[in-house]
């Protein structure tokens, strides 16, 4: 499986030389395995990546979104994605019920003229089918997902495990543990995973005093993989304003505290952050 990252911050972009390697839009991940694809949340990262879908044919086949939560760093892209305007495309969007809303009716809302020449989900020309992700896992192509439900202060999000034929895959964005001590669902999510992608936000000083944000530091991401077993940690969520230097800080200071057996690495937008695993 390849793990490509189109958006690695978190909160808003990041623009500046001081942001260019380790890149400057908001959540979006794809993971592919042969010739199928699932599309982690829909931040600024995924324009880029609409207009690679497009010009590699996607509308001849369904495209699968999974939306972590509905917070405007993970949708923002959403009406910019190139495929939602194709005639042709198909396009599947799991999301949770956020603040009581289906993720239908909050990514209409998103659109309205407040907001959006666009006014409404009835205006994107693509076929958009909307599901509500609940716990039982499913079955996308020949990915197997299990969702779950993640504390993020006062709303849900969710963490994601995509076992593909080659390796696993978990995602857990946007979390922040009561008390810094991770929560079971987290680690039966990343147990023995090939990659784990967490939210590190925050190092362990800023963190305290942050406790009710609803994010992470590296030291509870570390947390999970040691007690999941998983084998390789992305540092991910980067805080808008950390530079490349500072992310490079947070990588280092991990690897050195990771247990033997676990790789850590900063995730990185583009070609040279690619993970195969
Ligand atoms: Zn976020």
């Known amino acids: 499986m390849k793990i490509r990252f189109w958006g690695v911050r978190g909160s808003f972009v990041a623009a500046g030389a001081e942001f260019v390697r380790y890149g400057g839009n908001t959540a979006c991940v794809e993971l592919t395995e042969g010739e199928k694809r699932i599309i982690l949340d829909l931040g600024s990262g995924a324009i880029p990546l609409g207009k690679v879908l497009l010009a590699q044919?996607?509308?001849?086949?369904?495209?699968?979104?999974?939306?972590?939560?509905?917070?405007?760093d993970h949708i923002q892209g959403f009406p910019f994605f190139a495929p939602v305007f194709h005639?042709?495309?198909?396009?599947?969007?799991?999301?949770?019920?956020?603040?009581?809303?289906?993720?239908?009716?909050?990514?209409?809302?998103?659109?309205?003229?407040?907001?959006?020449?666009?006014?409404?989900?009835?205006?994107?020309?693509?076929?958009?089918?909307?599901?509500?992700?609940?716990?039982?896992?499913?079955?996308?192509?020949?990915?197997?997902v299990t969702a779950a439900s993640l504390p993020h202060g006062r709303i849900e999000s969710y963490g994601f495990r995509v076992e593909g034929k080659s390796g696993t895959v978990a995602y857990m964005t946007d979390v922040g543990y009561?008390?810094?001590?991770?929560?079971?669902?987290?680690?039966?999510?990343?147990?023995?995973?090939?990659?784990?992608?967490?939210?590190?936000?925050?190092?362990?000083?800023?963190?305290?005093?942050?406790?009710?944000?609803?994010?992470?530091?590296?030291?509870?991401?570390?947390?999970?993989?040691?007690?999941?077993?998983?084998?390789?940690?992305?540092?991910f969520h980067h805080a808008p304003d950390r530079t490349d230097d500072e992310v490079d800080k947070f990588v280092a200071l991990a690897r050195n505290a990771a247990p033997k057996g676990l790789a850590v690495i900063g995730?990185?937008?583009?070609?040279?952050?690619?993970?195969e695993i």
């Not at 044919?57 to 939306?67: D, F, H, R, S, V």
């Not at 190092?203 to 590296?218: L, Y």
């Not at 995730?267 to 993970?275: F, I, K, L, Q, Y």
Request: no cysteine; net charge negative; hydrophobic share 40%.
């Open 57 to 72: 044919g996607a509308e001849k086949k369904k495209l699968t979104i999974l939306l972590s939560h509905t917070h405007i």
């Open 87 to 144: 005639p042709k495309a198909q396009i599947d969007i799991y999301g949770p019920r956020g603040a009581g809303k289906k993720v239908d009716h909050v990514l209409d809302e998103s659109l309205n003229p407040d907001y959006s020449p666009l006014f409404s989900l009835k205006n994107l020309s693509a076929k958009l089918e909307f599901h509500s992700l609940g716990e039982e896992p499913f079955q996308i192509h020949d990915f197997e």
């Open 178 to 235: 009561p008390g810094g001590v991770p929560v079971q669902a987290a680690i039966d999510l990343a147990k023995e995973a090939d990659l784990l992608i967490h939210d590190t936000t925050f190092g362990p000083e800023d963190w305290r005093g942050h406790e009710k944000w609803g994010h992470a530091s590296w030291e509870h991401a570390l947390a999970v993989a040691e007690r999941a077993g998983s084998k390789k940690l992305a540092l």
């Open 267 to 275: 995730a990185m937008e583009g070609e040279a952050g690619v993970v």
